[in-house]
């Protein structure tokens, strides 16, 4: 090969590797996510089935819901929007907690790979000096900032309690205040795992994943699926969970409620504590210390919001490796999907499903005056509406 060949093929070759260095992370999905394959969804997940009036019972709360799918790394906002259904989406790794501060117009959510990481959103304001501005994207669910914590923290359930943002660490047994300086401070644990040294904080002995939030950590409830630590472990699968599972007070750190299996997303309404007995399907409340199960939905329910008088249930599949751990269930029956509960009835009164969903860990609701969700509506999407709003569009003050 000849000298000024080879330079032509050298030329080529850099040519080519620059411009694929130019093309790559150019989707703002990717840059949102942190993640370059955020873009790549499979639209598989995002068909879904509307059972009865779904849509209906959600345009008459006013709300935008929020939906974390936890192992499809995914989080979904629906409303109606210019009397039509939208469901747009957000590609996460592992997202499951998620809470709202309504004071702040924010929402967070919790990332729980290694290292965990918080996502911060904030509904746009307006568009940056100069900037062209789109009417349609204002309201639209922006990044705001990412914090990192430790792995090990195995960070499950968030909510802001007295103004202040509190995550559940499920591997060290407690919950934790999470500054806005960022970082993380013990503040809360069950009496069940002092210990001389202090609390027992080496590994996961309970499965503290739920936060009823009230107005004060001491007002405030925690679910577990363990009373107490034992030799067996969650995560193993000898690990025994029918009935074992508990409500703690926030404040005498003690055991409060009985009776559940594998409880999730518990929550305070009008006084009472709402818990999703998993284990079962079940919704129910604790009612004299025991719980009382109020409806039985088709799959493993976790995700708990209240509308009034509705309540936004969430099922998911049941994993097989973890099939013990629903006794209640029968899985080749398990939908994963979204369920409005007329509390006054305790029936069904529409659902929203995704046949090829699998794992729902969260719920929340926002006003659909202040966001109408995220800008991303359709995977593999290059329209310049989802590109123009993250461009030009801000938090602006």
């Not at 924010?106 to 000096?129: E, H, M, Q, Y």
């Not at 559940?168 to 210990?195: Q, S």
């Not at 996961?204 to 004060?216: D, H, P, T, W």
Request: glycine share 10%.
């Amino acid at each position: 090969m000849s000298a000024k060949h080879a330079r032509k093929t050298e030329t080529q070759i850099l040519d080519g590797l620059w411009a694929h260095h130019h093309a790559v992370l150019r989707d703002p999905h990717q840059i949102v996510s942190q993640w370059r394959e955020a873009s790549d969804i499979d639209p598989a997940l995002l068909e879904a089935e509307v059972r009865s009036p779904f849509w209906d019972t959600l345009e008459r709360t006013g709300l935008t819901l929020l939906i974390t799918r936890e192992y499809e790394h995914l989080v979904l906002a629906c409303c109606v929007h210019g009397g039509r259904p939208r469901v747009s989406y957000l590609h996460l790794p592992h997202p499951n907690g998620l809470a709202v501060d309504r004071q702040r117009r924010r929402v967070v959510i919790a990332s729980t790979r290694n290292p965990n990481v918080i996502f911060d959103f904030a509904p746009s304001t307006g568009a940056l000096a100069g900037q062209a501005d789109d009417p349609e994207s204002a309201g639209f669910l922006l990044p705001a900032r990412s914090r990192y914590l430790p792995g090990c923290l195995y960070t499950h359930d968030l909510a802001f309690i007295g103004g202040k943002l509190y995550a559940n660490a499920v591997g060290l047994n407690a919950v934790v205040r999470l500054p806005e300086k960022g970082g993380f401070e013990l503040a809360w644990w069950p009496k069940c795992i002092d210990a001389k040294n202090g609390p027992r904080t080496d590994k996961n002995y309970l499965q503290l994943n739920s936060i009823a939030a009230g107005a004060s950590l001491r007002t405030s409830y925690f679910t577990a699926s363990a009373a107490q630590p034992s030799r067996r472990r969650p995560g193993h699968l000898n690990f025994p969970v029918d009935r074992r599972g508990v409500v703690f007070s926030g404040a005498t750190r003690e055991v409060v409620g009985v009776g559940l299996t594998r409880p999730h997303s518990a929550r305070i309404f009008r006084s009472e504590v709402w818990v999703d007995n998993s284990g079962y399907g079940e919704l129910g409340r604790i009612v004299n210390g025991r719980f009382e199960p109020v409806i039985r939905l088709p799959g493993w329910t976790r995700g708990l919001f209240f509308a009034g008088e509705i309540a936004f249930v969430g099922t998911s599949r049941v994993l097989p490796k973890y099939r013990h751990y629903a006794p209640g269930l029968e899985p080749e029956r398990c939908q994963t999907g979204i369920h409005a509960v007329e509390l006054s009835t305790g029936k069904v009164v529409g659902s929203l499903l995704w046949p090829s969903g699998n794992q729902i860990f969260a719920i929340e609701g926002m006003d659909s005056s202040v966001t109408i969700g995220f800008p991303f509506t359709r995977p593999g999407d290059r329209d310049r509406k989802r590109h123009t709003a993250l461009f030009a569009r801000g938090l602006v003050a």
